[in-house]
């Protein structure tokens, strides 16, 4: 369950004359109660939905009001909270950090006590169910796009998170790439906040959050937030 | 309620706090920023990886130069600058460390404990430090007007190349190269525009980066 | 510099494994704190040792020691090269103008360290090296330098020198598309602040995952 109260945030930008630092907010308050299983944020590109995802595991935190998951405060607890909360990033390039796919996993792995012997044996197992299997010592940079995408959501999953955050994690994939992720984050078990510029996807989700100009403006059902959110953007079939 | 942030969490100190016209006139919150360890590593760890590459690309052939001059202490330098004194050298020290394991990562990809038993020796253990002094110097200035930003950057660079990376270096090549004091300065000093020229490098460039990112000048940890 | 000159002159990243030649000798099998030990005595000997008796002595144990690791010749011959010609020039400028036995001595001494450096290098492989400076390291956990980040910094240093070559080649093609590859700023002033945003982005993403909290 995630749970804002008036999380708000802002941010410093830049520096104005004199060293002065000037305050913006990206994130006006937000209120509510998340506990539908798949829920979406949908928006145009700069008003705040990587901002509101990065409230959830505790990456941004919020400069008024308070953010929890699963009654764990994330200014707080920051630390336990992103034990619960995965987070795939658009561009995997930068989320997977050791130098080859097995290895990668394995650092996931490394907070789970497991025995080295055991954490190489589930990371090989992990990379066996996203069709990688055979690409575990093959160096990270030498991976297609896609197939980091995939990596750094295994690597996300072998942990197994409580709830998963993924901030558009199709957006550098072509269309097949696309499906698989697509496929494979719609059968998780997982509470899922997926942020997304993909209108059908977000339409076949339990809720959706529609996010303009650093405010959510519309919070319930996806058919009618999609159909705001193309109002919004004046873009109609 | 009222909670205590975690020790990671730090309120930045505000300069100005605007008031936002949505909110009735209200002053805005102050952001609270994460200060994280993780984001250090990574910071050290890239930058170790960029003076390594720096080191491998081709040298630049500049005209009314003899030498070329390799870009290894232009990374080194802009590491010290960019991520200051402590995370500036440990990042130089990681490089170091990783070559001297044998990974190719020194100038022409080349790697290993052999470095070790070269003349040039010096020059490599007073990177670290040169880094450090340089982001050090550039933290003290950092509250000069801007436009006084790549003059100062110059000046901590040319501060660690002639007070630490020149003596040391020269000193460990006359002391390998049974030399006399005269004639190793005399060797060194060949080095010595092309180091201007990359310390003006590191100003330009650092002053870029600090433009895209202000934060890098203001919290220096 | 043509064009075409510098693509060919960009060594090529060998990747991970480094500069090991894989091998059962005892030198492979010895452990690489018992090795870098070893070398550390070398390159003392060498700065104590005076004469050019002693000097060539040191020399051709080393050599017995390099013999015995089995390594091919011509590797071994291609690391030397470097420090061959300086040890040459060094060694004529130095017998002009101090006489032959400070000439023998100096040369011999900088090839004994570099043939011991290469040897303990192409013997013993890179990650195993690493440990042993990680375990070396563990102390330092006292002033708030756990192992465990060690490590992960090696690794993350390791698995970002292909990133940012690549990065440095996209940057360079970005700058001949507009006209500018010969501006020094045009290359390295994106090439830095890439740099740093990858850093930025690998922190959060390192935070998301729980490791360095
Ligand atoms: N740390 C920060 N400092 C200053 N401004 C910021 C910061 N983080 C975000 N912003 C600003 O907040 C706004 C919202 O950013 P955010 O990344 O949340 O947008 P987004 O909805 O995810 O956009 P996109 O679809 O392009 O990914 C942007 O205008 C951005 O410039
Ligand atoms: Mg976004």
Known sequence: ?237 | MPVAPENDAVPAAASRVPVDPDAGGRALPVPVLRSSAATDVALIATFAAFVAVCALLPSIAVPNLAVPITLQTFGVMLAGVVLGPRRGSLAVLLYLAVGLAGLPVFAQGTGGLAVLGKPSLGYLLAFPLAAGLAGLLVGRARSLPTRWLPVAIFGACAAGSLLLTHPIGISVMGARLGMGVQEAIAAGATFLPGDVLKNVLVAVVATAVFRAFPDLLQRRP | MSRRQDRHQRPAWSGPLGLYASGTTWLHRLGPGAKSVGLAVVGLLVLVVRGPWGAVLLLAAVTVAAASAGLRRRNVLRSLLPILVTAGVVGLYQWWQRGPAIAVEVAAGLVTVVLAACVVTATTRSDHLLDALGRALAPLRHVGLPPRTVALSVALMIRSVPALLATAGQVRDAARARGLERSPRALLVPAAVRTVARARSTGEALAARGLGD
């Open chain 1, 1 to 237: 369950m995630i749970e804002l109260a008036g999380a708000t945030v802002t941010a410093y930008t830049g520096t104005g004359h004199g060293g002065q630092q000037e305050i913006l907010t990206i994130l006006h308050p937000v209120t509510c109660t998340l506990v539908e299983q798949r829920v979406a944020v949908i928006g145009a590109n700069g008003s705040g939905k990587s901002t509101l995802a990065r409230l959830v595991n505790g990456l941004v935190l919020p400069s008024a009001g308070t953010v929890t998951v699963n009654g764990l405060d994330t200014l707080t607890h920051g630390a336990a909270v992103r034990r619960q909360v995965g987070f795939v990033f658009t561009d995997p390039d930068a989320q997977l950090v050791m130098p080859t796919a097995v290895e990668d996993i394995g650092l996931s792995l490394h907070r789970l006590d497991l025995s080295a012997a055991e954490r190489d044996e589930r990371a090989r197992a992990a990379l066996a169910r996203f069709g990688l299997g055979d690409r575990a010592e093959v160096p990270v940079h030498a991976l297609s796009g896609g197939q980091k995408q995939l990596l750094a959501l295994a690597g996300v999953l072998a942990t197994e998170p409580a709830v998963l955050v993924c901030d558009e994690p199709t957006t550098l994939l072509d269309l097949r790439w696309r499906s698989t992720v697509d496929t494979l984050l719609e059968g998780l078990d997982q509470q899922v906040l997926l942020v997304t510029h993909d209108l059908e996807a977000a339409a076949r989700a339990d809720r959706v959050l529609v996010v303009d100009e650093a405010r959510v403006v519309f919070d319930g059902d996806p058919r009618q937030g999609v159909a705001t959110y193309r109002d919004l953007m004046a873009v109609h079939r």
